[in-house]
């Protein structure tokens, strides 16, 4: 304890008052060495500060004014090693708060010296270095001193960058690219610094760079084409398929991403700086490494690697493929689409059919593993002439269609012999494609690999019996279907056609008949072979016309009268008048009851059988084959 002064005087003290014994000089000297102690600060300014002291909360700073500042602990953690004595800037934030206090802030000098750093980096193109705090959409956010700036994925790296956590926590060197003062935002990049190191590199590439040179080089971009290989400053691209001799949907298939590899310059474009590698052209062409005993007739096994309309491709080792043309997947001699027998991805096996290793070329077969029906043994047996068989409607032509009686094994059924009764112009108004048909074989030729077949071969020939029905003079109704200049097609009971000519349309009243009439017709000829029935409608009631068609001789479905008079076999029935012959032959009213009788029950039977033939269905093609059914 300071000892106390016993002469004191207290009374000049407080006679002159504080600081009253100073003259003049003296107190221009204290305020001299008082003023030099203070410095002149302005608000929003960063300013050297000292620390002079530290406490649990704050550190105290003198910046040389009045009174010191108080910084809060907590903007130090950067500086984990501050003592009393050490220089900072800190900001002013205000000179004298309400409580007369000196604010201060080490944040905001930092953040204040970072903008003045950033805005003279993007000026003078300078280098900032900062720390990924973390990831955002599209890329990162960096930390500059306090001040926050976004490095966008594509300013990453010069390569596409999948994984942006990586980065995170990591100090990067970057440029500023913009700067939007308004809202304080900031854009870098890291590549730019990148591009500039790989620019010598490429030019060093491209000055050096030639057709066979062998490169390392990494992966950086895939695409269903082919990938990009970064070669160390320049990108080439490796097309898909020149990846491997085999074939391969995607190159991910045999690559991967950031994979390092060799590969091989291909071509250079000078102009425009494009390269094209090749990784297959390291290793040997598959065709020259095929067996030597690999030839026609040998079988492989494989992997069928593309369907085509004409055919398929399979792949017998990586890199050497083989035609199936789709002619030789079946022995059906019915084209089909190669997707009814082989799907891609299929394995097979088949036989060589032709090979040639020059050309690098190979067909194969897969109706080769079978035998071909028509060199089996019991085949001319099982297909003989007269057989039945069933089998489907494979095509459709004009002249007839083609039936497959089995695989391999395609008959022609012509057009006239699909129906007895009705004239087919095209198959089609009888069958479709696909339609289950029954036949009989009509011709088989071997050696030309030919079936000839019928369908109303499987039937009695109806005309026999419409012999029997449509004699020459018996009337019958019938309807016009059809009339020209050249006359009338007529509908006759039991699905027949018949035809009049013009002149025997002419009707009683003289009027002719028209399309749709139905009326009674005479029969006035009849041929079986030709199968064609001619009638008249006139004949009917005009007994003249009936005479002239009884005595004509001109129609060529007349009878020829040999020389010696008659038709052989028949009489004229002016001999049955002779008296000389009356005795022997009897009455000739009674002989032509007789005859009339006889003709009469044949005609009978006739339409009783073809009456039956309607009622009961026929045996063979399906009920909707009508016209097929009648024959």
């Known amino acids: 304890m300071a000892e106390l002064i016993d002469d004191f005087d207290w009374d000049n003290v407080g006679a002159n008052g504080f600081g009253g014994n100073y003259n003049a000089d003296q107190r221009a000297e204290l305020e001299k060495m008082y003023g030099d102690t203070l410095t002149t600060v302005q608000e929003e300014e960063v300013i050297k500060g000292t620390v002079v002291g530290i406490t649990d909360r704050d550190v105290i700073l003198n910046i040389g004014f009045k009174s010191d500042g108080l910084v809060p602990l907590s903007e130090f953690r950067d500086l984990p090693d501050l003592k009393v004595g050490d220089e900072v800037d800190v900001f002013i934030e205000d000179q004298e708060d309400a409580n007369g206090q000196l604010i201060l802030s080490r944040k905001k000098a930092k953040i204040k010296q970072a903008w003045n750093a950033i805005y003279a980096a993007l000026e003078n193109d300078t280098v900032l270095e900062g720390v990924v705090k973390r990831r955002t959409k599209g890329g990162l956010i960096m930390e500059m001193d306090g001040v926050e700036a976004f490095l966008p994925g594509s300013q990453i790296d010069v390569k596409p960058i999948r994984d942006f956590d990586i980065y995170v926590g990591r100090r990067m060197e970057v440029k500023v690219v913009k700067i939007n003062a308004a809202f304080d935002n900031v854009v870098v990049s890291h590549k730019v ?39 160390g400053g320049v990108d080439g691209l490796l097309h898909i398929t020149d990846i491997s001799w085999g074939r391969i949907a995607h190159p991910s298939e045999a690559l991967q991403l950031d994979q390092k590899l060799n590969v091989v310059v291909l071509d250079f474009d000078e102009a425009k700086k494009r390269i094209s590698l090749g990784l297959k052209q390291l290793t040997p062409h598959p065709w020259d490494s095929l067996p030597v005993d690999l030839g026609p007739g040998s079988r492989v096994q494989g992997r069928i ?120 112009k095209h198959p089609s108004e009888v069958v479709k494609v696909g339609d289950k048909l029954d036949v009989v074989v009509l011709e088989l030729d071997m050696s030309a690999r030919r079936l000839a077949l019928g369908v109303k071969q499987l039937e009695e020939n109806p005309w026999d019996t419409f012999q029997t029905v449509f004699t020459p003079g018996s009337v019958h109704k019938a309807t016009i279907t059809e009339k020209s200049d050249r006359g009338a097609v007529l509908e006759l009971p039991y699905g027949i056609e018949g035809f009049a000519y013009p002149k025997g349309l002419v009707k009683e009243d003289g009027s002719n008949a028209e399309n749709g009439e139905a009326l009674d017709f005479r029969v006035t000829e009849f041929s079986k072979d030709d199968r064609r029935i001619v009638l008249s ?95």
């Not at 591009?195 to 030639?210: F, S």
């Not at 009814?340 to 040639?356: C, M, N, R, S, Y």
């Not at 059924?413 to 009764?421: I, R």
């Open 193 to 231: 610094l990148i591009e500039k190191d790989l620019e010598q590199q490429r030019e060093a590439i491209l000055n050096n760079l030639e057709k066979g040179q062998i490169l390392e080089g990494n992966i950086k971009n895939m695409t269903n084409f082919g990938v990009f290989i970064d070669l």
């Open 305 to 424: 690697v593309n369907v085509a309309d004409y055919g398929a491709f399979m792949e017998v080792v990586p890199g050497v493929e083989g035609l199936i043309h789709v002619s030789e997947m079946s022995w059906s001699q019915h084209l089909r689409n190669p997707q009814d027998f082989i799907k891609q991805g299929d394995i097979v096996e088949a036989v060589v059919l032709t090979l040639d290793r020059e050309d690098r070329k190979m067909s194969l077969g897969i109706k080769q593993l079978t035998e071909d029906p028509w060199t089996r043994g019991d085949f001319s047996e099982k297909f003989a002439v007269g057989t039945k068989h069933s089998g489907a409607v494979r095509n459709l032509t004009n002249f007839g269609l083609f039936v497959e009686l089995e695989e391999g094994v395609d008959g022609l059924v012509h057009v006239s012999d699909l129906s007895w009764t009705k004239k087919v």
């Open 537 to 631: 409608h006139t004949a009917v009631y005009n007994k003249e016309d009936e005479s002239n068609r009884s005595t004509n001789t001109n129609s060529k479905f007349a009878k020829k009268t040999p020389a010696g008079g008659a038709a052989q076999g028949e009489g004229k029935l002016s001999d049955l008048k002779k008296p000389a012959e009356k005795n022997t032959l009897g009455d000739l009213d009674a002989l032509s009851a007789l005859r009339d009788q006889l003709a009469g029950a044949e005609r009978q039977a006739g339409e009783d059988k073809l009456k039956a033939r309607q009622d009961v269905p026929a045996a063979g093609p399906s009920p909707d084959n009508a016209d097929i059914q009648a024959s």
